[in-house]
């Protein structure tokens, strides 16, 4: 069984499917805390969980030019600087069930909990790149290329790349962790050492990293060159030219309702409801305000904010919101409430999936609108 490494997991999580495991955090506990713990944390894998040896086991960087440095999980934990982010992972394709909703598309039917928030310790990145000698003046060093233990049926194993503008930016914070929530990284998010690549898709976080590669080209991976990428809504699997579309990297501005849940009955003698939720965007922009509306966006009211008081452009973390929606006297039925967030470059959602749907339905942040029943 290519699955007899995969460990156990919390029942708590919400699964999509079991072999490969791919599982959501149950929605009310994720907003009841800032840090996700990490058996709630949401799973994406693509392939079984791998073996790991950590007798064996060593991290391989290859420039070229220069002779390739393997280290063991004690080397990098002694010859690198500790460093900690709290930082917000998410799937590209969370939400993809709303987006599949207006027309079919490829992928894992994800509701709106791909996406949870960890601290993470480990290296920086950069330092390991510096050390090995990695020169930002070679016009030939564009990518780098990170390989998981994890491998597919025909041995070829989960890949992807970053721009080397990212991964040798130190204010970018792009880590090699080996700590999630003051603990080794767990089996299912990529023990020993992982990538955090704060601010950008999920998909490039590769987990169970054995070997980065500095190259003038991206990562050979299916998942950099055939999968992770949008298109246009016009664009359907017999027009796409994923050679013409660039790789996913950095988020767009999100947010979602986690509290109530669709279709949940509230009584309408309490007068009012409180909605709770996430809201989050990529490459370091914070949260400059949520909005709720309550009349399918006729009018709307400013959620309470809980600041994760991050630095301007390294604001990796989600911002949690909670507020009271006043229910009006004597209302009775169907309620559509609706979020929306605006980030720190003034970014705000689209309010509907129509100008984004794509084939694959990755990145879907339009407008999230749940129903609720008012007795
Ligand atoms: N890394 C490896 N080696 N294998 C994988 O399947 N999945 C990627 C990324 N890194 C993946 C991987 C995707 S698509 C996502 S969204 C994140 O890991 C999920 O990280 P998590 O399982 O820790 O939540
Ligand atoms: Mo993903």
Redesign the pocket.
């Known amino acids: 069984d290519p699955y007899r490494f995969d460990p156990d997991r919390h029942p708590a999580l919400k699964r999509n499917t079991e072999k ?1 495991f791919n599982a959501e955090s149950p929605p009310e506990l994720l907003v009841d805390n800032f840090i996700t713990p990490s058996s709630l ?7 079984p969980v791998p073996e790991v040896d950590m007798k064996k086991y060593r991290l391989v960087i290859e420039v070229q030019g220069k002779k390739p440095i393997s280290l063991s999980l004690q080397d990098l934990k002694k010859k690198y600087k500790k460093h900690t982010i709290t930082a917000t ?5 969370n939400r993809r069930k709303e987006m599949s909703s207006q027309r079919p598309v490829k992928g894992l039917s994800w509701t709106f909990t ?1 996406i ?1 928030n960890a601290e993470w310790s480990g290296v920086l990145l950069v330092d390991v790149l510096k050390a090995a000698g990695v020169s930002l003046d070679d016009p030939k060093n564009c990518h780098v290329q990170f390989e ?3 491998k597919d049926e025909s041995n070829n ?2 890949g ?1 790349s970053v721009p080397i503008e990212i991964a040798m930016n130190p204010f970018r914070e792009v880590l090699l962790a080996y700590e999630m929530n003051g603990e080794d990284i767990p089996t ?3 023990y020993p050492v ?2 955090i690549c704060p601010g950008i ?9 054995s070997k980065i590669v500095v190259s003038p080209d991206e990562s050979p991976s299916f ?1 950099q060159q055939r999968d ?1 990428k949008s298109f246009s809504p016009s664009i359907d699997w017999d027009t796409a030219d994923f050679s013409k579309s660039p790789a996913l990297q950095d988020f767009p501005i999100t947010s979602a309702i986690c509290v109530p849940s669709a279709g949940q009955k509230i009584d309408g003698e309490d007068g009012e409801i409180t909605l709770k939720g996430y809201a989050w965007s990529g490459g370091g922009r914070g949260i400059m305000r949520v909005d709720i509306s309550a009349d399918g966006g006729k009018t709307w009211q400013v959620a309470s904010l809980q600041k994760p008081g991050q630095r301007p452009y390294q604001e990796w973390s989600w911002t949690l919101w909670e507020v009271d929606v006043p229910i009006p006297e004597g209302f009775k039925g169907n309620m559509e409430l609706i979020c929306k967030a605006v980030d720190s470059s003034h970014n705000v959602q689209p309010d509907s999936v129509a100008g984004i749907w794509n084939l694959r339905g990755l990145m879907n942040n339009s407008w999230h609108r749940i129903n609720v029943e008012v007795n």
């Not at 944390?41 to 392939?47: D, G, K, M, Q, S």
């Not at 992972?89 to 394709?93: D, N, P, S, T, V």
């Not at 898709?201 to 990293?209: C, D, F, M, Q, T």
């Open positions: 490969p944390f949401f799973v994406r894998n693509h392939l992972l998410q799937c590209a394709g791909a949870s998981g233990l994890d194993p989960y992807a299912d998010h990529g992982r990538v898709a999920g998909a490039r976080n590769v987990k169970w990293l998942w992770y």
